[in-house]
């Protein structure tokens, strides 16, 4: 694990502000005076850049209507073409590998349809227990289309202790009768990174095609699919990446199954050039495009072209460099001053090993962060007793994880979260 040298105070926070080479970026994004906005993990911060790119297309359907489709060399009609080739760069893949359509869940949906052909020797879907719910949702559902029993046909890997998943056990789990394997790259709750390449080699060893939801890394994390090469991915582009809520997700399929019949089809997964022909036939678009449903939604895709912009200039390396960096200054902080307040880790602390958020746990986890709210902090509460807290590598300063630290342990120490109510909200 790489030594790195953090020291109590103020100062020593300015002073790696002053360092540090991303600090600039701060300004291209919308940050609220007054408020510590440590909930990037959920849904990134607005940028000036992505609201240019909207509003640039806001005023392109004003002023041309239908013919939105065709100005700019039709980069409109092909805009996930154009999108596309920009996010396959995030993840090293190569161009037309990548879409970006629907969300997250409906590209699990697409991925697993297209590869999930059961027989009777080959019949389970492997996953593992911390995932996010909805990604489970969408494989049992896609096991029932098929008349199989998610009981039975979707096997689970348990973690022992409710934070990390064990590589080797999934690798043990990956028995004759496993079809798909399809896990998080870093887990919601504890931020685990897996060891995706070591994961997707021993997948293939046995035969077994392998998909990927990079959620909670895309943008974060940079992965090298060249180097990975898994079956699949699916991913998110609202969370890290700061496309906006309800931002256009991405899908990656691997140049190998380009040839596979997408489980899930439609008119735009046709090729562009015969789409207007309106054949019966579907004329499949040889690339990941051709995973494409239906009509794009502009409005949702527009933002990423402008946060794309800020990805490319930043530039990934940077990014996670400064993301491991400050969520260790932000873990190094907690344990000089927050441990005597009942607060501790429950992130792995190696850096191949976590993504870009700090797990903070406190059994009193729900109220702290209504308290935090109330101290203009937006933390982001995952039950049962997890604080997620994610100083953003692109908008976050040193200075203000060291004025979260005071909040945090004022809050414990003045009992101000007692004041708060255990009941829960609709969206927490
Ligand atoms: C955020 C997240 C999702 C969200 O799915 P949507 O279809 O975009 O609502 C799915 N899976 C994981 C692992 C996530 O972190």
Redesign the pocket.
């Given at each position: 694990m790489r030594m790195r040298h953090f020291e109590d105070g103020i100062a020593f926070a300015r002073k790696k502000d002053e360092e540090d080479v991303l600090f600039g970026m701060r300004k291209r994004f919308c940050i609220q005076p007054g408020e510590l906005y440590m909930d990037g993990n959920s849904l990134g911060m607005a940028s000036k850049d992505a609201k240019e790119s909207l509003y640039h297309v806001i005023d392109l359907w004003e002023k041309h209507g239908i013919n939105i489709w065709e100005v700019e060399n039709s980069k409109y009609f092909l805009y996930q073409n154009f999108l596309g080739d920009r996010v396959a760069k995030l993840i090293g893949a190569k161009a037309d590998e990548v879409t970006i359509m629907t969300?997250?869940?409906?590209n699990i949906h697409k991925g697993i349809s297209t590869f999930y052909h059961p027989t009777k020797e080959r019949y389970k879907i492997l996953v593992d227990d911390l995932?996010?719910p909805?990604?489970r949702y969408a494989i049992d559902s896609q096991v029932k289309l098929k008349g199989y029993d998610p009981k039975d046909a979707v096997k689970v890997v348990k973690s022992a202790d409710g934070r990390l998943i064990d590589e080797d056990a999934i690798i043990e789990a990956m028995t004759d009768d496993v079809l798909i394997c399809f896990l998080?790259a870093v887990l919601?709750r504890s931020a685990q990174l897996l060891d995706m390449e070591r994961v997707t080699a021993e997948a293939h060893k046995r035969g077994i095609i392998i998909g990927w939801?990079l959620?909670?890394s895309i943008g974060s994390v940079p992965h090298d699919f060249a180097a990975i090469d898994p079956d699949f991915a699916v991913w998110?582009s609202y969370?890290y990446l700061s496309a906006g809520p309800g931002a256009i997700?991405g899908f990656y399929m691997n140049s190998r199954h380009f040839d596979k019949e997408p489980g899930l089809t439609g008119w735009f997964g046709n090729k562009n050039e015969t789409q207007f022909q309106l054949r019966h036939e579907f004329d499949k678009d040889p690339t990941a495009h051709g995973w494409q449903t239906g009509t794009q939604p502009l409005f949702s895709m527009a933002p990423m072209e402008g946060i794309l912009n800020i990805y490319e200039e930043a530039g990934m390396e940077q990014i996670r460099a400064k993301s491991l960096d400050i969520t260790a200054y932000l873990m190094y902080l907690i344990e000089e001053k927050l441990s005597q307040y009942g607060y501790s880790i429950g992130n792995p602390r190696e850096d191949s090993k976590r993504g870009g958020h700090v797990c903070l746990e406190h059994e009193e986890a729900y109220r702290i962060c209504k308290a935090l709210k109330e101290n203009h902090v937006i933390p982001d509460f995952r039950e049962p007793n997890v604080i997620r807290l994610a100083p953003v590598a692109l908008y976050i300063s040193y200075e203000e994880v060291y004025n979260l630290i005071d909040i945090l342990a004022e809050i414990v120490e003045t009992k101000a979260y007692e004041k708060m109510s255990h009941e829960r909200s609709l969206v927490v």
């Open positions: 969300n997250t869940t409906v995932n996010f909805t990604d998080p919601y939801d959620c909670h998110c969370k997700a």
